[in-house]
């Protein structure tokens, strides 16, 4: 006598489009993290590259005045996050699997394990048409996707 199937729920995945490019689109990211912090989650910035993950931990400190989100850059994947916001290129670090705020144009690995993903579209051609791809991706996968026009 088999009781009921327990499965992980799918992630929630809602992307943000932007009206501009990815300057805004890192700022936007900034304040994502920010209230996702506030709210208490956990959360990963997954950047393109090594650098584009410095540049985002020097925007968390100076995006808007009066505001700390602490936060660290990811040494290696899978390593212990030393704080409440990591930020990389080569994964999350394995204690955070809450909110995903991806800042690339393709779906970050092991995307599955977060229970809420935000993907951060900048407002270019190359970048909708990327996020696009993405969008139906996570559908095909299962997941709950909602979209949202972001104005300036």
């Known amino acids: ?13 809602d992307f943000y489009i932007l009206q501009s490019g990815s300057d805004e689109a890192s700022v936007f990211a ?6 996702a912090f506030q709210n208490g989650h956990r959360i990963y ?8 993950a410095h540049q985002v931990d020097q925007q968390l400190w100076t995006f808007r005045a ?11 994947a899978g390593k212990p996050g030393a704080a409440p916001v990591m930020i990389g290129a080569a994964g999350a ?3 955070h699997n809450d909110v995903l705020i991806n800042l690339t144009d393709e779906i970050p690995p092991d995307y ?7 993907e951060v579209v900048a407002g270019t051609d190359l970048s909708k048409s990327a996020a ?3 969008y139906r991706a996570y559908r095909e996968a299962g ?4 979209s949202h026009q972001i104005d300036g």
Request: proline share 7%.
């Open 93 to 95: 670090p394995a204690d």
């Open 112 to 118: 599955a394990r977060f229970a809420r993903i935000a």
């Open 30 to 35: 900034c304040r994502l993290a920010e209230k």
């Open 45 to 52: 910035l997954h950047t393109r590259s090594a650098d584009e």
């Open 132 to 134: 696009r791809q993405r």
């Open 1 to 13: 006598m088999g009781g009921p199937t327990i499965t992980k729920p799918m992630s929630q995945i």
């Open 143 to 146: 997941c709950t996707v909602q």
């Open 66 to 76: 009066g505001s700390f989100v602490p936060h660290a850059l990811c040494d290696q």
